[in-house]
């Protein structure tokens, strides 16, 4: 139809538009089979603790090993997967090759530690009947104690069906899983959640976090979350702490954990080991 009216900007339009739908489309053609073929990758990121910068767990993220494209990050990707339904098989992947991968780095490197694992849930997997079975399975699939375990849900995740969300939580909250409130702050009703679900730990998104030694308002602010916080007996972290400026600031309002750049990338296997062997190294057996 463009084409009958000429060589006028609708069909430029057209064509714009054309490109970027066809990208889409091969993407997602590419994304499917993607698991099967063994593109995707987990990296981990440290969360810290802010007394003496240790490791206390991993934030496991996935990421896709294009064969042509190279990586693409999860922000690329996870609406598409959400979209088509994959995201189910790609978070029980993710599921599994993290609490696998913590009961080994446990086992190596801190056998009665408290070294967890923090696994991100979309609100597409939470809406599912079996969600629950599903988690209980990977834990038992891979031998990682419950409590060693974290999943971390959005507060639109929680907003969806908050009823049902409450009795999931409190299901797995009974076999000693613990669960994350992800990019705190940027969603609604935040306050309520807090009152409402099992939350064991804040994760303050990095928005409130970015430049807080710059920002007396947002000082006042993490200032203010970190105390609720300590009042409803919850942990905070930080994410996306950048800078040493950032870190010294975190500190002087006591709070607890923190995630960033500053600290560590998300990293592969082998490099996330080796800090592991660097926090650990009481001679300890080492994985080959
Ligand atoms: P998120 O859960 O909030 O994860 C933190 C994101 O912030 C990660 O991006 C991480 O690499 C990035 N980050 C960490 N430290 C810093 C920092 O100091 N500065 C900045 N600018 N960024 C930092 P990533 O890996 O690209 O993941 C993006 C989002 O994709 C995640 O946000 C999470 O919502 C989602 N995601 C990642 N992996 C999975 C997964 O396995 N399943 C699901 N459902 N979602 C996932
Ligand atoms: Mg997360
Ligand atoms: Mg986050
Ligand atoms: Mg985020």
Known sequence: RAKSRGRGRWELFDDAMGAQVAEQLQLERDLHGALERGELRVHYQPIVSLQDSRIQGFEALVRWEHPEKGWIMPGDFILLAEETGQIHAIGQWMLHQACSQIRRW???????????????????????????????EALHATGLPPQRLKLEITESAAMADPERTQGQLKELQGHGIQFSLDDFGT??????????????????????????????????????????????????????????????????????????FYFSHALDQKAAEVMLSKQFDAGAERPE
């Open 187 to 260: 969603g609604f009703s935040s306050l309520s959640h807090l009152l409402q679900l099992p939350i064991h730990t804040l994760k303050i998104d990095r928005s409130f976090v970015n430049e807080i030694d710059a920002d007396g308002r947002k000082r006042h602010v993490l200032d203010t979350i970190v105390a609720l916080a300590r009042n409803l007996d919850i942990e905070v972290v930080a994410e996306g702490t950048e800078t040493s400026g950032e870190v010294d600031c975190l500190s002087a309002l006591n709070c607890h954990y923190a995630q960033g």
């Open 106 to 136: 446990r086992e190596s490197f801190d056998p009665q530690g408290a070294l967890y694992v923090s696994v991100n849930v979309s609100a597409v997997e939470f809406a599912r009947r079996d969600f629950v079975q599903r988690v209980l």
